[in-house]
């Protein structure tokens, strides 16, 4: 008894349900509920040769999706000019169905859609291949999009089976089968309550769909044309005394089809190639599943035995004794199957047993009576044929156990040989792995046959957890699978994840999360923000912000950056946390050795420090981020003050928008309102731009100072009077702007005298002194003591600096009066500004402001400027 005595999938357009009446042949092809048209849609296409129709008839008419987007997609890719990667549309178009069918019902629609996007750019892979050959069609790349597509109707296949089919069939209750029913009404039962054997057909199912023809030489229909069978023999038996010359042997005295075996001769040469190349392409139809074009094939090349051959393995069942046809059914019915199967099926075990006839009839009866060797030894280097093989066996042992058990007549005793051919998956699969065959082991231990193999024994935690070995190189099984993760791969490996998460098969959620993470890290060096933004929604929320947050590391572009927070929005993150995290993550990196050493001109900004200067512009496109951008800029201010940058110090000011501090008061509604935090970030902003106006006014007065306008050379003794006259001019010129030049330094003197007191005299408690904190504000934390000790840090530095040069601006533009005054700013208690002081800085001060005392002297005043009274 073969699998193929209950066909899950229908081998002809004209096959029945079992659940339906009928005759001919097509009647015994027995069909499953398993939504047959679906599983003919998925499953039923012998090999990739014939994509186009695949594609028309498997899927354009389940497509639920805009025609504007996978479909034109799949169109794109005819082009006349060859690109670099085709495949690579394949990232989007899952994007696009999983986006569009991600809140669907039906998730095995999901899976359609897929299929059918592997198989569009397949079929061009299939076009370029014959167009432009081998090297320039990548054939290598196409292979593992090939071993996608098996793998994806796999599980397909399986899974529908498993989620839908499997959980109807324990809400029904099947009890089993009943005896005393016929054979076929027995396997029909059998099949509708054991999911096992249901599964296994599904699998020989899918492993017939996915063969490929091997090319073993010309086929029977390029050497003979529709004829009798063995015509050379005959011709030669028919003519034998008028031949002049023999063939040099002895064939066959008769023409019989056990003539060759029962006279133990030959046939005719040519017959002999011949008869061995029908029974190749015999085989390659009974390997496609495809019995009823076997048979045909048979027939058509004059071997109808072969054809009647192939009849004697179907299920037997007598209509007339079905209750249920009628009491008035006057006319005979026909009696379907072969009510002598037990004894066809011993003679086809034993002819598969026999060296007397070539490998490929052994392996056709074989495979109708569970002969596991005969199959072996022709499928001996093929992991996919070798699992056909002992499925097709394990198939036939358990229904033949069935009706022995459950059919109330006598059979025929099989060889105990045929009986311990019974195995579980796991041992098949444990003898795959250890093959004699290389290429077996090969794939055994690949990448895509593990997967497969963890598909079919429903282990997917154990699949997950090898995944997860995979991707941290730590695989242990795969040692000598040596290819590195691409990333189609990766694309592959996290739809199974999203896929097994849908239908709730996924118990290991850290591997889940690993493998779609490896993923996002794949797209991220693709720079999709699309891609990355959508697969990175799918993930906890801690490493949400860490993996988008590395992707905006690598956006530079102002364009780019806002796209890039747009999709973030679109699938749900965290925009605010993210750019906060990405901008933290930039302003703490370390410069590498070479970004030190670079040479820079005074007032020139490095690479190193314009990438964390840019980054506050993550921050600018959320006026509600407003208050987190004064924050680190403030903090990256503080970092450059220390280091003496104020170019960065500049660039940073530069950087914040001029609505900023308006945007804040707009989010809290009132100033009152603004929180402690945004506070104090306001004021110390304030407190740099008081600090950068003061040394940019200073740095023009010094300019201003030092290009005083140059006096005229004299002109010289016994010039003439042309010579006089243009010294005159000259010296004209020379005091109009040397006028200038004092009207403007005095302005500039006002001016920087006023922008640097404001540092000094800043408002409310002095300049980087936060406000009072409230009860509610906890400032314990190591981050705002950090930034109190900073602060204080930078008071101690920069207000005696700002003070020195107040002092050489009032010095020099011979302003002692206001030197002296400056002691009393300093020494004032409303500020404070002594306690900044070191002894050493302040005994330096002391000692400026007594020369301006003494200039003071020097002009009949007192020390403080005063009139002095006699």
Same mark, same amino acid.
């Given at each position: 008894? &073969? ?34 048209? /679906? ?39 005819? &082009? %006349? ?17 999983? #986006? ?7 998730? !095995? ?16 892979? #299939? ?18 999009? /090939? ?15 498993? %989620? ?70 005959? !011709? ?8 002049? !010359? ?50 045909? @094939? ?147 231990? &690949? ?44 694309? !592959? ?142 903090? @990256? ?22 609505? &900023? ?103 409310? @408690? ?105």
């Amino acid at each position: 008894m &073969s699998s193929n005595l209950t066909k899950i999938k229908p081998q002809t357009g004209d096959s029945i349900n079992v659940d339906e009446g009928g005759g001919g042949d097509n009647a015994y092809n027995l069909s499953m509920n398993l939504a047959p048209s /679906e599983l003919q849609r998925i499953l039923h296409q012998s090999h990739y040769t014939n994509a186009s129709s695949f594609l028309s008839n498997s899927f354009k008419a389940n497509m639920l999706i805009d025609s504007t987007t996978i479909c034109e997609r799949s169109g794109a890719l005819e &082009s %006349t000019e060859y690109p670099k990667e085709k495949a690579d549309i394949l990232f989007s178009q899952f994007l696009e169905v999983w #986006k569009i069918r991600a809140n669907g019902s039906d998730v !095995f629609d999901t899976i359609q859609d897929l299929i059918f996007a592997c198989a569009g750019v397949l079929e061009t892979a #299939k076009q370029e291949l014959s167009r432009y050959g081998e090297e320039k069609g990548r054939s290598n790349n196409w292979k593992w999009l /090939e071993q996608e597509l098996k793998t994806w109707k796999l599980l397909y296949a399986l899974y529908k089976d498993r %989620t839908l089919v499997q959980c109807g069939d324990e809400a029904m209750g099947f009890d089993g089968a009943t005896l005393g029913g016929s054979e076929k009404e027995v396997i029909s039962q059998l099949y509708n309550c054991n999911s096992t054997l249901r599964e296994y057909q599904l699998i020989i199912d899918w492993l017939e769909a996915c063969y490929e023809c091997r090319d073993y030489g010309p086929l029977i229909g390029h050497t003979t044309d529709r004829s009798v069978s063995w015509e050379n023999t005959l !011709f030669q038996l028919k003519k034998k005394k008028q031949l002049a !010359f023999g063939t040099g042997a002895e064939i066959v005295k008769s023409i019989d089809p056990d003539a060759p075996i029962r006279e133990k001769r030959p046939l005719h040469a040519l017959d002999e190639e011949d008869s061995m190349r029908l029974s190749r392409c015999i085989f390659q139809e009974v390997r496609q599943g495809r019995i009823d074009e076997a048979t045909v @094939m048979c027939k058509y090349y004059g071997q109808s035995w072969r054809a009647a051959i192939f009849e004697g393995w179907r299920l037997h069942e007598d209509p007339n004794y079905d209750d249920t046809i009628g009491a008035n059914k006057s006319e005979k019915l026909s009696i379907e199957g072969n009510p002598r199967r037990d004894i066809w099926k011993k003679c086809a075990w034993l002819m598969a047993d026999s060296k007397k006839f070539d490998e490929y009839t052994r392996a056709i009866a074989g495979a109708f009576s569970g002969h596991l060797d005969s199959l072996k030894s022709l499928l001996g280097n093929s992991w996919e044929d070798l699992l056909w093989a002992y499925l097709k066996v394990q198939v036939d042992i358990r229904v033949e156990s069935e009706i022995r058990a459950c059919c109330l007549k006598p059979y025929h005793p099989l060889p105990e040989e045929y009986w311990n051919s019974k195995m579980s998956l796991e041992q098949i699969f444990d003898e795959l792995l250890v093959h004699n065959d290389a290429d077996v082991r090969d794939y055994a231990q &690949s990448k895509i046959g593990i997967t497969q193999k963890y598909f079919i024994l429903d282990n997917i935690s154990e699949l997950l957890q090898q995944m997860r070995r995979w991707i941290d190189n730590e695989d242990a099984e795969c040692e000598t699978e040596c290819t590195p993760m691409t990333p189609h791969m990766l694309r !592959f490996l996290t739809h199974i994840v999203l896929f097994m998460r849908q239908i709730g098969r996924v118990d290991k959620e850290d591997a889940a999360y690993h493998i779609i993470a490896a993923y996002v890290e794949c797209l991220i060096t693709m720079g999709d923000a699309q891609l990355v933004a959508f697969y990175t929604a799918t993930l906890p929320s801690k490493t949400r912000i860490s993996l988008y947050s590395k992707f905006l590391e690598k956006v530079h572009k102002k364009e780019a950056r806002s796209i890039a927070l747009e999709e973030a929005i679109n699938v749900g993150l965290n925009v605010e946390e993210i750019t906060r995290h990405t901008v933290e993550t930039i302003r703490y990196t370390i410069p590498t050795d070479s970004e030190m050493t670079g040479s820079l001109q005074a007032g020139e900004i490095s690479e190193f420090d314009q990438r964390k200067i840019k980054s506050l512009e993550w921050l600018t496109f959320l006026p509600a981020q407003r208050g987190e951008l004064l924050w680190q800029a403030n903090a @990256m201010i503080r970092t450059y003050l220390a280091e003496n940058k104020n170019e960065c110090v500049r660039a940073i000011s530069n950087m914040i928008p001029s609505d &900023s501090l308006a945007q804040i008061i707009k989010l809290y509604s009132t100033k009152d309102d603004i929180p402690y935090r945004e506070d104090c970030s306001i004021k110390e902003y304030l407190s740099y731009k008081v600090y950068i106006a003061a040394i940019d006014s200073f740095n023009e007065w010094t300019r201003l100072y030092h290009n005083r306008p140059k006096e005229p050379e004299p002109a010289m003794a016994g010039a003439n009077f042309t010579e006089r006259v243009a010294f005159e001019h000259r010296e004209q010129v020379y005091r109009a702007e040397l006028n200038h030049w004092r009207i403007t330094l005095q302005e500039h003197v006002k001016v920087c005298r006023d922008s640097l007191y404001n540092v000094l005299v800043f408002p409310e @408690m002095g300049w980087l002194i936060d406000p009072d904190v409230p009860k509610t504000f906890d400032s314990n934390t190591v981050i705002w003591e950090t930034r109190l000790t900073q602060l204080e840090k930078l008071r101690s530095i920069y207000i005696p600096e700002i003070v020195l040069l107040l002092y050489k601006v009032l010095h020099v533009s011979k302003d002692f009066q206001g030197c002296i005054k400056l002691a009393d700013d300093i020494a004032s208690e409303t500020r404070q500004l002594y306690k900044v002081y070191t002894k050493h800085k302040l005994a330096d001060l002391l000692s400026k402001l007594a020369n301006s005392s003494l200039e003071l002297l020097n002009k009949k005043l007192d020390p403080w400027g005063y009139s002095a009274q006699i």
